[in-house]
């Protein structure tokens, strides 16, 4: 258990110092902010405890916010797909009787490994611009905004996930 405890909050430290020190320093096209600390929801096992993955995303959106000065967005974002991940991806094998105890990522095709990844980096991105303008005058901007930046970071994460993949493998 310890070990479990250690590598995962060596995980979130690493994922925040980059989030903050790197990644919020980046703007591509003027206003696309690629966000992949969520890399963590998606490479955190399935079968471990579902309170344990929320306690985890909490603490990592809590050091996001901290360090980045942003209020409880990114928060409450990950701690929102974290919670909804499950569900997803019943929808996305459209399987109702998913077995949580022996899915592994792999037996997911590339699509919808994509659509898996883009879904919930749209929804945390959605929530996350929402909360920063806190307005729906601004939506289709926010939309727009949220939409651009999912694709970046998708790309991003998906990219990061398949090298994850392919290292346990090994």
Known sequence: MN????????????????????????????YINPIIYIFFIFIFP?????????????????????????????????????????????????????????FNIKKLNFIQILIYIF??????????YYLEYYTLKNFLFILKKAFYASIFSSIIIGFSVSLFIKNNNS
Do not use: C, W
């Not at 942003?70 to 990950?78: L, P, Q, V």
């Not at 879904?119 to 996350?128: A, D, K, P, S, W």
């Open 3 to 30: 070990n479990y405890i250690i590598k995962y909050s060596f995980l979130i430290i690493l994922l925040a110092l980059i989030q903050v020190l790197i990644l919020n320093n980046i703007l591509f096209l003027g």
């Open 119 to 128: 879904i919930l980096t749209f929804i945390h991105h959605l929530i996350v």
């Open 46 to 102: 399935i079968k471990e405890n579902k309170n344990a993955l929320l306690l985890f995303s909490f603490t990592l959106g809590l050091i996001i916010d901290f360090l980045s000065n942003s209020g409880g967005s990114n928060t409450a974002a990950i701690v929102f797909i974290a919670y909804f991940r499950l569900p997803i991806l019943k929808i996305i094998q459209n399987n109702n009787e998913f077995d949580y105890l022996l």
